[in-house]
């Protein structure tokens, strides 16, 4: 049972998703099969893809009647599909080695972001951070309670340098980007698709510099799709119809960023679209690399799957037990054919 992992964002996904669905047989509506897939965080340009699918009635056309619904986190997300709440989510492998630690039974059935979109960012003129020598000597934002700082400390082991030489500052997400265009503090973490808001935030004052830590060596699988076992051995066939979709969509994003901004707005009234298109391109150097090129979209390997749950057990605060690298995944559900970039 899921009793350990307790998620204070659970109590907003009930509000936000309404009466759970059951966990073992799929629900049916006028013909299609009802899934709930719940994002990572709150609907930003990010996402577009998941959008281009409802627009371009890919899940429709595998039978579904799908509706997505905001996150707050990977830890959010995990209650969320773990309560039975959202049927499938988009969890992060780091995320997820966690909540399997404390008792989550959810398996990833495909990977999008080929590359982690963990970055520090800072400005010129300010620290400058660049190069991971940088952060030895620095001051980094970060939100109390994320294991981040633990991926920090653990990439500057890999680079030879100090990590006792990196301070991390606790405060609120929604404050970080203002304390680090105020000159509050000289840096902070988060995901490299939140650079075009930082730009804009700090205007002319300054030049926004990051530091993506997968371009120097940093080699973890980050965000993709995935469900509760039970639910998964339920349900096969929706897993295989959701997963065919989803990467459908995720291709003519990558192709048709442009149309793909305007579909999601279509949904999401308030996005700007210059930022979309922006975050979309950041997102193609997460998830067009050569293994996609070759193997297809949502693809990964076992054996970076290890890499990536060796690299938690090695540096993060566990929880509980120490999960296989077997507990994070299932094999199977992508397309026979690939879809290729």
Same mark, same amino acid.
């Given at each position: 049972?899921?009793?350990?992992?307790?998620?204070?964002?659970?109590?907003?996904?009930?509000?936000?998703?309404?009466?759970?669905?059951?966990?073992?047989?799929?629900?049916?509506?006028?013909?299609?099969?009802?899934? $709930? !897939? +719940? *994002? %990572?965080?709150?609907?930003?340009?990010?996402?577009?893809?998941?959008?281009? &699918? #409802?627009?371009? /009635?890919?899940?429709?056309?595998?039978?579904?009647?799908?509706?997505?619904?905001?996150?707050?986190?990977?830890?959010?997300?995990?209650?969320?599909?773990?309560?039975?709440?959202?049927?499938?989510?988009?969890?992060?492998?780091?995320?997820?080695?966690?909540?399997?630690?404390?008792?989550?039974?959810?398996?990833?059935?495909?990977?999008?972001?080929?590359?982690?979109?963990?970055? $520090? !960012? +800072? *400005? %010129?003129?300010?620290?400058?951070?660049?190069?991971?020598?940088?952060?030895? &000597? #620095?001051?980094? /934002?970060?939100?109390?309670?994320?294991?981040?700082?633990?991926?920090?400390?653990?990439?500057?082991?890999?680079?030879?340098?100090?990590?006792?030489?990196?301070?991390?500052?606790?405060?609120?997400?929604?404050?970080?980007?203002?304390?680090?265009?105020?000159?509050?503090?000289?840096?902070?973490?988060?995901?490299?698709?939140?650079?075009?808001?930082?730009?804009?935030?700090?205007?002319?004052?300054?030049?926004?510099?990051?530091?993506?830590?997968?371009?120097?060596?940093?080699?973890?699988?980050?965000?993709?799709?995935?469900?509760?076992?039970?639910?998964?051995?339920?349900?096969?066939?929706?897993?295989?119809?959701?997963?065919?979709?989803?990467?459908?969509?995720?291709?003519?994003?990558?192709?048709?960023?442009?149309?793909?901004?305007?579909?999601?707005?279509?949904?999401?009234?308030?996005?700007?679209?210059?930022?979309?298109?922006?975050?979309?391109?950041?997102?193609?150097?997460?998830?067009?690399?050569?293994?996609?090129?070759?193997?297809?979209?949502?693809?990964?390997?076992?054996?970076?799957?290890?890499?990536?749950?060796?690299?938690?057990?090695?540096?993060?605060?566990?929880?509980?037990?120490?999960?296989?690298?077997?507990?994070?995944?299932?094999?199977?559900?992508?397309?026979?054919?690939?879809?290729?970039?």
């Amino acid at each position: 049972m899921f009793k350990r992992f307790t998620i204070a964002c659970a109590a907003v996904a009930i509000l936000l998703i309404g009466a759970a669905t059951s966990e073992s047989k799929a629900q049916t509506k006028k013909g299609l099969i009802d899934v $709930i !897939f +719940s *994002l %990572d965080f709150i609907v930003l340009g990010r996402h577009a893809p998941w959008y281009v &699918g #409802l627009a371009k /009635g890919y899940y429709k056309d595998e039978g579904l009647n799908v509706k997505i619904v905001p996150g707050r986190g990977t830890a959010q997300v995990i209650q969320a599909v773990e309560s039975g709440i959202a049927q499938i989510g988009f969890v992060d492998v780091p995320g997820l080695v966690l909540g399997r630690s404390a008792g989550s039974t959810i398996k990833m059935v495909a990977v999008n972001y080929q590359k982690t979109p963990y970055a $520090i !960012f +800072s *400005l %010129d003129p300010g620290a400058s951070v660049t190069q991971p020598k940088d952060l030895e &000597g #620095l001051t980094v /934002g970060s939100s109390a309670g994320s294991f981040l700082p633990n991926i920090h400390r653990a990439f500057m082991v890999m680079h030879g340098l100090d990590p006792s030489k990196l301070k991390i500052v606790n405060m609120e997400p929604s404050a970080r980007i203002g304390m680090l265009v105020r000159g509050k503090v000289p840096a902070i973490d988060f995901y490299i698709m939140t650079h075009p808001g930082i730009k804009r935030a700090a205007g002319k004052r300054a030049a926004v510099k990051s530091l993506l830590m997968s371009d120097h060596g940093l080699q973890l699988y980050s965000n993709g799709i995935g469900a509760k076992e039970a639910y998964i051995k339920a349900n096969p066939e929706v897993m295989r119809k959701f997963v065919r979709a989803a990467l459908r969509a995720w291709k003519f994003t990558m192709d048709n960023p442009a149309e793909a901004a305007d579909m999601q707005r279509k949904y999401v009234k308030g996005l700007n679209k210059q930022i979309t298109l922006e975050e979309i391109e950041i997102l193609r150097n997460l998830v067009v690399t050569p293994d996609t090129r070759k193997n297809g979209y949502g693809w990964f390997s076992p054996a970076l799957m290890k890499k990536s749950r060796d690299f938690m057990v090695k540096h993060a605060k566990l929880p509980g037990s120490v999960p296989k690298a077997e507990d994070l995944y299932i094999t199977g559900f992508l397309p026979k054919i690939p879809i290729l970039p």
